[in-house]
């Protein structure tokens, strides 16, 4: 006698069987997340009492927070991203996409909340389905923010370099640098020279750290060594108004004059802690490395107290967030995208 296999039982296996897959990846994800966060945490906890024994050893200096000066801060370091939007701009337009500025800037600020969100990925998410929802390529968004994100980090870290004669760090180097034009004479010189080497890795590390389900069917990516070029050229300017932002927030907790000597030292402050952070990719938004590193680049300055470098290190942080919030709302509801019929013509 032949038994034939009963259907019935063969679908209540495979069905279980996809209930155990679906199962084991749920919790392999909230494993995964549980380790994020709980790295983040030990980060933001060392950070903190390291940042606590740094304010107790001033006990007798007083920080005042002037709130105009925040203010200012504020708008500074949203007008700080607005080269990273027309270079995201011309990325698009490189790989066939007619976008228009307004798109761009409308998914660019939006997606500065994703960062928040471990592995950073969900910055991705929220550009190229702002993008895609305006008829353009998600694919070819993704890949280009990648790529616009990588460059403008490598600029802050070839940036934070350069300024070493000023901000000191990392402290190793004091070893090796006495003259205060070298470094920034050697970075510059090595950048230029590697520009076509920069574009070749560049590009190729983009789509590899880009989710494969996000450039399914996506043209490969060319960008053109001038266009890094120009791309590098205008990151100088971001960065320099992120360290602006940072001055002004120095300022707001000191009584001191606003010393626009010190521009270049906080330049290079928030490239080299703003890169680490982002370089942290399992720690949500840099928090805690961004900070730890700013409080001990801008402790060391003679002009800059120990409670000042706390405070002003933690109330960027808190200031670049509102502002990234406030940006989201205004162009999210304030900068409607134009027609899908007016870019056809």
């Known amino acids: 006698m032949i038994l034939k296999p009963d259907p019935d039982e063969n679908a209540r296996m495979s069905r279980s069987a996809e209930t155990d897959a679906k199962i084991d990846r749920a ?5 995964w997340t549980a380790v994020k966060w709980g790295l983040c945490l030990l980060v933001v906890a060392f950070v903190s009492r390291h940042a606590w024994g740094l304010w107790n050893q001033d006990e007798f200096a007083r920080v005042d927070v002037h709130v105009g000066w925040l203010a200012l801060s504020l708008l500074v370091y949203l007008a700080g991203w607005i080269p990273s939007v027309w270079f995201w701009q011309r990325l698009m337009q490189a790989m066939d996409q007619r976008v228009g500025f307004r798109d761009c800037a409308r998914a660019h600020y939006c997606g500065h909340l994703g960062k928040y969100v471990p592995g950073k990925a969900f910055v991705l998410i929220i550009r190229s389905g702002m993008m895609k929802s305006r008829g353009f390529s998600a694919a070819a968004a993704a890949v ?9 980090m490598g600029a802050g870290l070839v940036i934070g370099l350069a300024l070493f004669p000023v901000t000191r760090w990392p402290p190793l180097l004091s070893e090796w640098i006495s003259s ?13 020279a590697a520009l076509p080497l920069i574009a070749k890795l560049a590009t190729r590390l983009a789509v590899l750290i880009t989710p494969r389900d996000m ?3 996506q043209s490969p990516l060319r960008i053109s060594v001038k ?4 791309g590098l050229a205008v990151f100088v300017v971001s960065w320099a108004l992120l360290g602006l932002s940072l001055g002004l927030t ?5 009584d001191e004059p606003l010393r626009w000597a010190h521009w270049p030292l906080w330049t290079g402050a928030v490239a080299l802690a703003t890169s680490a952070g982002f370089a942290a990719i399992l720690i949500p938004g ?15 300055q003679p002009e800059i107290g120990a409670r000042q470098a706390v405070v002003a290190s933690v109330l960027l942080r808190l200031i670049w967030l ?17 027609r899908m019929a007016s870019r056809e013509h």
């Open 144 to 152: 280009t923010a990648t790529f616009e994100t990588l460059l403008f």
């Open 227 to 230: 266009l890094i070029a120009c």
């Open 215 to 217: 450039t399914a069917g």
């Open 27 to 31: 919790s392999k994800r909230w494993a």
């Open 180 to 192: 205060p034009w070298l470094m920034p004479v050697i970075v510059v010189t090595l950048t230029v």
């Open 286 to 300: 840099g928090i805690g490395v961004r900070e730890g590193l700013l409080i001990e680049i801008l402790r060391t």
């Open 322 to 338: 509102i502002a990234e919030i406030l940006a989201a709302v205004v162009v999210y509801y304030g900068l409607r995208p134009r």
């Open 250 to 254: 120095i300022r707001a907790v000191s």
